[in-house]
């Protein structure tokens, strides 16, 4: 099994652009959102980080979290999500490797942001 594959389905929820589409991935977590009305803050944290406005960019990041947990399943249903996530990115993986190497680079830029922004708690 793929680390990130592993890393990535226990990371705090996020939305994620694959190709066209975008998705909420993390703990728990796989569900396409792309008509969803929170994919909104993925531009507008695209345009705080562009401005370089923390402040903003800390708003919009914990925005995009708390809409990718709205997606969250039940603990019970973790390994069907899980196998169905797994799945997901293996299909990726072998059709379309620069969209899989997308998603790795916003998984790395997710958690420098994190890293940044979120209050340790």
Do not use: W
């Not at 589409?21 to 562009?50: C, M, Q, R, W």
């Amino acid at each position: 099994m793929s680390d990130f594959k592993e890393s990535l389905y226990k990371k705090k929820g996020f939305i994620y652009q694959i190709g066209e589409e975008y998705y909420a991935i993390g703990a728990n977590t796989f569900a396409k959102v792309t008509d969803s009305p929170e994919v909104d803050n993925i531009e507008l944290l695209h345009n705080a980080l562009k401005k370089e406005n923390d402040r903003q960019i800390a708003k919009y990041l914990e925005k995009i979290m708390r809409s990718a947990n709205f997606y969250r399943v039940d603990a019970r249903e973790h390994y069907k999500l899980q196998d169905k996530l797994f799945q997901f990115l293996d299909q990726l993986e072998a059709s379309d490797s620069a969209a899989y190497q997308s998603l790795q680079d916003q998984v790395f830029r997710f958690d420098a942001l994190c890293e940044k922004y979120q209050r340790q708690t």
